[in-house]
């Protein structure tokens, strides 16, 4: 029993890695859409972020799930629950490196500016750290999240540490104890998430963030 | 030679920050900027590298218009971007918070522009950072990081910063304001030490000993025009403006 659940807990932290990276690149590539003075390209960040975010996680999962072979897409529960995952976290995570982006100093950018630095290099050499260091905190708060909202796909059968749970429960009727097995696995996963947010921000620490604030 | 015509700027909020500045600074010439907060000085100096838009006059650096481009019809329009970067790269400015880049250690914070603006090739960028920064004292702090500087540090990695630009000018926005004051030394030594190299400075400050000793000449901005402006020893010592003497006697 005990090694069905953890192999449960392996396929959502599978899942979880694959939505959060998914997810991830999908909002970075959202969040500038933010920041563009093309109006009507900044409206539709806005309404992606408007939808996605207020749609609930398990409605998006089964939308997507009956939706794709609709679109003659059809690979299986476990692409469709990574792309409910990427779908729903890039929301979060574009709205973090937003925010990340906000918290910049005006005095940080009028230095860049002043040196005349081309677009290019001063997204990247100046932007695109400091905006990554403000939204470490609320990125790993949406990573936990993550861990925890990939449960939901096991109603549109991907099988992962919540419907383990529920097989052996239907087998065994041990409600609680399985219950309570699983819900320690999700809490020494998000503990996980948790640390090595913590370890990345002593690191950067050391790599001149002491004393910044945000 | 930066040239200065005509100069006015209004806040969003409707206040007239600068209302008709004319000023013309020498190639190597050193210029200090005094005067009441509030005065317009460091707005001045911020539309001379466009950190602020102006609503009209002319700035000029070595005959070439900067930021905007004026139609025969006598419509202006903002050059573009790029030319705006180029422009800025030819000026160098040093802010009164530092402003380094926190996750950069000096030698980096100097190395980016020069890498990145100018395209230079990466040992020639390093060797030109290294050199600067033992000239302002700071050869054995090249891998620290702004955290681990002292404010007096700082400026002087952000002066050297501004000078791997080769700028023509230098632009100086109250730069010892945040500074303790037994660090305000060793940052005013090393503006000295470009006075003598005859690099063209404008000097908004409000340390009048310094300006004294440094300016050639000292422009007195009071409600965003220049009231009075000359060598120091004149309009320091036999002021002419009713507020300028007013100024004076307040300051210590």
Redesign the interface.
Same mark, same amino acid.
């Given at each position: 029993m005990l090694r069905l659940l953890l192999l449960g807990a392996c396929y959502t932290l599978g899942l979880a890695v694959a939505g959060i990276t998914c997810g991830t690149a999908l909002g970075l590539i959202l969040t500038p859409l933010g920041f563009l003075r093309l109006r009507p390209l900044r409206a539709l960040y806005h309404v992606y972020v408007f939808f996605t975010r207020g749609t609930p996680l398990l409605v998006l999962a089964l939308l997507i799930f009956y939706g794709l072979p609709v679109l003659n897409f059809s690979q299986g529960p476990y692409v469709a629950g990574t792309i409910v995952l990427t779908i729903y976290s890039s929301a979060f995570f574009a709205e973090v490196f937003r925010g990340g982006a906000l918290a910049i100093q005006r005095?940080?950018l009028? @230095?860049?500016? @002043?040196?005349?630095?081309?677009?290019w290099?001063f997204l990247r050499?100046?932007i695109a750290?400091?905006a990554l260091?403000y939204a470490l905190p609320p990125y790993v708060n949406v990573c936990v999240m993550m861990v925890k909202a990939s449960s939901i796909l096991s109603i549109i059968s991907v099988w992962e540490l919540t419907l383990a749970a529920r097989e052996i429960i239907e087998r065994t009727l041990l409600v609680f104890t399985v219950l309570g097995i699983a819900a320690g696995l999700y809490f020494i996963m998000c503990f996980g998430v948790d640390r090595l947010g913590r370890r990345a921000e002593r690191y950067?620490m050391q790599?001149?963030?002491?004393?910044?604030r945000a | 030679m930066i040239s200065v015509e005509g100069l006015h700027k209004r806040f969003p909020s409707g206040l007239e920050v600068l209302r008709g500045i004319d000023l013309t600074i020498g190639d190597g010439e050193v210029v200090s900027l005094i005067g009441r907060s509030g005065s317009g000085k460091t707005t001045l100096l911020r539309c001379i590298?466009f950190?602020e838009e102006y609503d009209s006059g002319e700035i000029r650096l070595d005959g070439t218009p900067l930021w905007y481009r004026t139609a025969t019809g006598g419509d202006r329009t903002r050059l573009p971007?790029s030319a705006?970067?180029?422009?800025?790269?030819q &000026?160098?400015?040093v802010?009164q918070?530092f402003?380094?880049?926190?996750? &950069?250690?000096a030698l980096e914070n100097v190395c980016?522009?020069p890498s990145?603006?100018h395209k230079r090739p990466e040992a020639e960028v390093k060797d030109l950072a290294q050199r600067l920064l033992e000239r302002v004292g700071l050869g054995g702090k090249m891998r620290s990081?702004?955290?681990q500087l002292s404010g007096g540090e700082q400026q002087r990695v952000a002066i050297a910063?501004a000078l791997a &630009?080769r700028p023509k000018v230098l632009l100086l926005d109250e730069i010892t304001s945040a500074l303790d004051p037994e660090l305000v030394g060793e940052v005013l030594e090393v503006i000295r030490s470009l006075v003598l190299e005859r690099m063209m400075m404008v000097i908004v400050t409000h340390e009048l000993r310094f300006a004294r000793e440094i300016s050639h000449r000292i422009a007195y901005l009071s409600r965003g025009q220049i009231t009075e402006i000359g060598p120091p020893g004149e309009l320091l010592d036999n002021p002419q403006d009713p507020t300028l003497k007013e100024f004076l006697r307040r300051m210590p």
């Open positions: 005095t940080h009028e @230095s860049g500016r @002043s040196l005349g630095l081309p677009p290099a050499k100046i750290p400091l260091r950067l790599r001149g963030f002491v004393g910044e | 590298n950190l971007e705006i970067r180029g422009l800025r790269q &000026m160098g400015i802010f918070q402003n380094l880049f926190p996750h &950069m250690t980016l522009g990145f603006a990081y702004p955290y910063r &630009m």
